[in-house]
């Protein structure tokens, strides 16, 4: 379900009232809406559903996957 | 594009696939909740590297799959009237209603429309200011934020020809039917990460202090559905439950607080049918009265649509409820395919029996015990 | 046919839901399921004969010590012009691409217009400079034609059908029942580009981008892989329905499995991005300018030179390889799983899920 696409702001404009940002997502361009996420800036990766950014990109999150079972066995938690 | 091929990377998923198998001392039962996860799995084949001990049930996180045939029925009989033009997500247009569906009804004349975006929808009422639009708005909460700042807009334009005719769904309470559910053989669930994108953790943890099950929030990626996967394996080893976030990159606990300002804003909590489960409480949204102008189903009030009924053979309910693999069902791939779906959970993209279906050469019948 | 799903049992009206549709929809012009199941039951019993049933792009008809290729072809696409091309050109790339996928030498072209009443003559001008431009680059005359005008409402603008003649130089066989087990399969670039380029064209699904159809003459391109490699055995272009629809076709043709191997399927950055985007599969887009190739094993090598070689051709690779047992389309995934390549029931909608 929900599927949501990672994508670049290029630029962000105010447009009848709402808050618009051209998104670049590898080669393809296309207007979405920042209503639901007001401050996200050109230069910010965001995740975009349905024409609209849902949430800014971390991109430093992708940590070693192997290290799960390491880091829960010394206590620190993902939550 | 690199943020997404790195949680595709194939070196990667075998060695924590690897990892997974060893860590399991006992057999584990899990869920994800989420179509889009089932579909993954499904369509890489990572049920096939967890080993004996770990197995995956497929949860009812597919909106497309939960939409009441009433519903469907209601959009049905909107399209057919010459004034207005359907709008809808592509997902639902081969959805059965009572009555064929609206990839049929288009046939017949009626005018609906593919949107991308519920704004287009607004936008095409701004547009044609002499037919009326109805927007079709399903979807769980990762969907509600994106229809509820196109009512907003709407409203501020003073568009009178804009309506929606409302069928969101909430997570929390699907969970807890599943759990509620007799014979419930679930000990842990991956929960939606878009879902969490936009709510955020909190409303989980009740869910996990009384039935004491680890909840992953877990993303949609290959990468991520077997680190979330190996999140749960160890919590589950270590006899732990709480509430985790696999999807680090895209959740937070506190979600995104505009996207949720804009839900609370239009829409309120509601008890909603879901098809094949039944009525969940708070198990949807409906339009706040400040916004009740918009709702199609006051809009249109002499609407009239035929009694619905499911087919006697369709067991969707199971299947949601991850009672049921779907090739353990009697019709699939005889009387029901996606051609000619007998089910919701059949024709979505993202349903498990259409899962099943696409991307299982022969899969052997087997009833989940 | 032999399909994953019995269609007997499909049509059975025993079944409580949902109604089996009582006319013409999309998803029967999509290239797939559907499609297929309305040239079974409606078409092939009224016409049942020997070309007809070798179920191939072109019919190979005998004319004395000859042989002659004929094929038809309309063109619907909407909007009329896209990034690369316009109905107008499809329609000459199109029939001349099925003459080829027959090993024919092109002789001549027919055009018959369907013109919607209302359609502003600058544009019916734009299409038939684009479609005489297409067939004298091709050198390829149209000897004959028709034209006439539905009423307002009737028609998206203008529909075209273009029929082409060939001819089939002796000793060239190319049909599906030709393929074996442990052919190789190759295709001639990259996938998925012109159904993308309509897409971005549409309005409310239109987005910005460097993608171009790849609407192109193959007959030149057929003519290289040919001599290089006579003893091909089936070509065939993956038009309406993508490279997954053409394959799907060929598998209950020639009676085999056809495995794809996922890592080797060529498509480009934005194209792929496009469909990450709507929620589609590059596999079941449209191409106007690609050819598939089943050729024997050993003469992979030898094939692929000869594609490379030519200017469309640059991006030709092997995608996969024939196998025996059930007819059906399977992927090798990156993951090292084998699945099924599912059969669309009709034309690809974006999706939010």
């Not at chain 1, 800036?41 to 990109?57: C, E, I, S, T």
């Not at chain 3, 001819?167 to 030709?178: D, H, K, V, Y």
């Not at chain 3, 056809?258 to 498509?267: F, G, H, N, Q």
Request: hydrophobic letters at 45%; charged letters at 20%.
């Amino acid at each position: 379900m929900c599927l949501a696409v990672p994508g670049r702001v290029e630029s962000v404009e105010e447009s009848q009232g709402l808050r618009l940002a051209r998104v670049d997502f590898g080669g393809v361009r296309k207007q979405i809406c920042l209503e639901t996420l007001p401050d996200a800036a050109p230069g910010d990766w965001v995740l975009v559903h349905a024409g609209f950014a849902l949430q800014k990109l971390d991109e430093g999150a992708a940590a070693n996957a192997l290290e799960i079972f390491e880091s829960v066995d010394s206590g620190e938690s993902g939550g | 594009m690199s943020l997404v091929d790195a949680f595709r990377d194939p070196v990667a998923v075998r060695e924590l696939a690897a990892a997974v198998r060893a860590r399991a001392t006992r057999p584990w039962t899990l869920m994800e909740v989420c179509g889009g996860q089932t579909h993954t799995i499904l369509e890489s084949g990572l049920d096939q590297l967890l080993g004996e001990r770990v197995s995956l049930l497929h949860g009812p996180g597919c909106p497309v799959c939960v939409t009441p045939l009433a519903t469907l029925d209601r959009a049905l009989a909107l399209a057919a009237r010459p004034e207005v033009v359907l709008c809808s997500f592509g997902d639902m247009l081969r959805v059965p209603g009572s009555r064929g569906d609206l990839l049929t009804a288009r046939a017949r004349g009626a005018d609906v429309r593919v949107v991308y975006s519920p704004l287009d929808a607004a936008r095409l009422a701004e547009r044609e200011p002499g037919r009326r639009v109805v927007f079709l708005a399903v979807g769980f909460e990762t969907t509600a934020p994106a229809v509820a700042a196109a009512a907003r807009w709407a409203r501020t334009r003073g568009l009178a020809n804009f309506h929606l005719l409302v069928s969101h769904v909430r997570v929390p309470p699907a969970l807890e039917a599943v759990l509620a559910a007799p014979g419930c053989r679930v000990q842990a669930f991956l929960a939606a990460g878009h879902v969490c994108t936009v709510m955020g953790t909190a409303e989980y943890e009740p869910l996990v202090r009384r039935h004491r099950i680890p909840i992953v929030v877990t993303g949609f990626e290959p990468l991520d559905i077997l680190e979330g996967v190996a999140r749960a394996v160890a919590q589950l080893e270590r006899g732990e439950s709480r509430v985790e976030i696999q999807y680090r990159r895209a959740v937070r606990r506190e979600g995104n607080p505009a996207a949720r300002a804009l839900v609370h804003e239009v829409f309120e909590s509601a008890d909603r049918p879901w098809r094949g489960i039944g009525v969940l409480p708070d198990g949807g949204l409906r339009l706040r009265p400040a916004y009740a102008d918009l709702d199609a189903e006051r809009a249109f009030p002499d609407l009239t649509a035929p009694a619905a009924e499911e087919p006697l053979a369709c067991r969707a309910a199971d299947v949601l409820r991850g009672a049921l693999r779907p090739p353990a069902c009697p019709e699939f791939g005889r009387t029901c395919t996606p051609e000619h779906p007998l089910g919701a959970p059949m024709v979505s993209a993202e349903g498990a029996c259409a899962a099943y279906f696409s991307y299982r050469p022969a899969a052997p019948l087997e009833e989940h015990a | 046919m032999s399909l994953p799903y019995d269609p007997e049992r499909l049509a059975n009206p025993s079944c409580p839901l949902p109604e089996e549709p009582d006319r013409v929809t999309l998803a029967h012009g999509a290239g797939a399921g559907a499609s297929a199941r309305l040239f079974e039951q409606l078409l092939w019993p009224r016409f049942e004969n020997a070309a007809l049933a070798a179920r191939h792009d072109g019919a190979c008809l005998e004319l004395g010590a000859e042989r002659l290729a004929l094929t038809t072809d309309t063109f619907v696409v909407s909007p009329l012009a896209f990034p690369g091309g316009d109905i107008g050109s499809l329609a000459v790339h199109g029939t001349l691409n099925d003459l080829a996928m027959c090993g024919a030498r092109p002789l001549a072209l027919s055009c018959a217009l369907v013109l919607e009443e209302g359609l502003p003559f600058e544009t019916l001008e734009r299409v038939l400079d684009s479609l005489a431009g297409a067939a004298r680059r091709a050198g390829v005359p149209v000897v004959t034609g028709d034209t006439k005008v539905v009423e307002r409402g009737k028609g998206d603008g203008l529909f075209v059908n273009t029929t082409g003649v060939g001819r089939i130089p002796a000793g060239r066989e190319l049909a599906p029942r030709r393929v074996r087990p442990g052919d190789a399969v190759l295709v001639s670039g990259s996938l998925g580009a012109h159904g993308a380029a309509v897409l971005s064209a549409r309005e409310g699904l239109g987005f910005e981008s460097e993608i171009t159809s790849d609407s192109a003459p193959l007959t030149d391109l057929v003519e290289t892989l040919l001599e290089a490699v006579p003893e091909t055995r089936c070509l065939r272009d993956p038009t309406r329905g993508g490279l997954g629809a053409v394959l799907h076709e060929i598998a209950a043709a020639a009676g085999a499995e056809l495995e794809l191997e996922e890592e080797r399927l060529p498509v480009s950055g934005p194209v792929r991005a496009a469909c990450e985007l709507l929620g589609l599969d590059p596999l079941f887009l449209a191409c106007e300018g690609r050819c598939v190739a089943f050729v024997p094993a050993a003469a992979s090598d030898r094939a692929l030179a000869a594609l490379r070689g030519h200017p469309l051709g640059g991006d030709a690779v092997c995608i996969g390889t024939v196998n025996p047992g059930r007819a059906r389309v399977v992927v090798h995934t990156a993951l090292g799983a084998r699945r099924l390549l599912p059969l669309p029931a009709g034309e690809p909608l974006p999706r939010i899920c």
